[in-house]
Antibody, heavy 116, light 107 residues
């Protein structure tokens, strides 16, 4: 079964850091672009970051540039999102997705809450 | 950056009705458009890709059309299970982005 499992969310103070992880199974992870998509409470979907198959090319939404870093370990079938200098408006459910241009596989989501 | 809009923002219809949602892009995206369905508390689910290709396992009452800047998602006969929010998404250029969503409920 093709599956993505997200983890690493939690409560963090403004200015703090958090690292999200996503473990893939059921497909050849190293063959696909991968992405993080988030959804703030009661809001729509926002594509946050994208990474090429070998990690050499990445893209970020302007609001997270310089604060978030997307990375991957193909040997571990894992995707990561390092989030630094977190702000209240980063509060959201974060989804790991398989990127075929469209997101055809989604993780279950992990919740990040930034609050003092 | 490409901006995506959707109309209407909310929609109430009866079971069995034909429902149409429109998505517009601020510039031509050819047919690089996807549609998703999201139910409360759940991850979104891919319905349509490349504007009109039905994802495997998605009921045939869902269809997509359009190219360039204007696209539609049609539900041919609305079912109670279709109550959800629907999003379009462009993948013509990075960073990909979504429309604001259309909430569909039963009248």
């Amino acid at each position: 079964e093709v599956q993505l499992v997200d983890s690493g969310g939690g409560l963090v103070q403004p200015g703090g850091s958090l690292r999200l992880s996503c473990t893939a199974s059921g497909f050849t992870f190293s063959s696909f672009w991968m992405s993080w998509v988030r959804q703030a409470p009661g809001k729509g979907l926002e594509w946050v970051a994208d990474i090429e198959q070998d990690g050499s090319e990445t893209y970020y939404v302007d609001s997270v540039k310089g604060r978030f870093t997307i990375s991957r370990d193909n040997a571990k079938n894992s995707l990561y999102l390092q989030m630094n200098s977190l702000r209240a408006d980063d509060t959201a459910v974060y989804y790991c997705v398989r990127d075929n241009g469209y997101a055809d596989v989604w993780g279950q989501g992990t919740t990040v809450t930034v609050s003092s | 950056d490409i901006q995506m809009t959707q109309s209407p923002s909310t929609l109430s219809a009866s079971v069995g009705d034909r429902v149409t949602i429109t998505c517009r892009a601020s510039q031509s995206i050819s047919t690089w458009l996807a549609w998703y369905q999201q139910k409360p508390g759940k991850a979104p689910k891919l319905l349509i890709y490349k504007a009109s290709s039905l994802e495997s396992g998605v009921p045939s009452r869902f269809s997509g059309s359009g190219s360039g800047t204007e696209f539609t998602l049609t539900i041919s006969s609305l079912q109670p299970d279709d109550i959800a929010t629907y999003y379009c998404q462009q993948y013509y250029s990075y960073l990909f982005n979504f429309g604001p969503g259309t909430k569909v409920d039963i009248k």
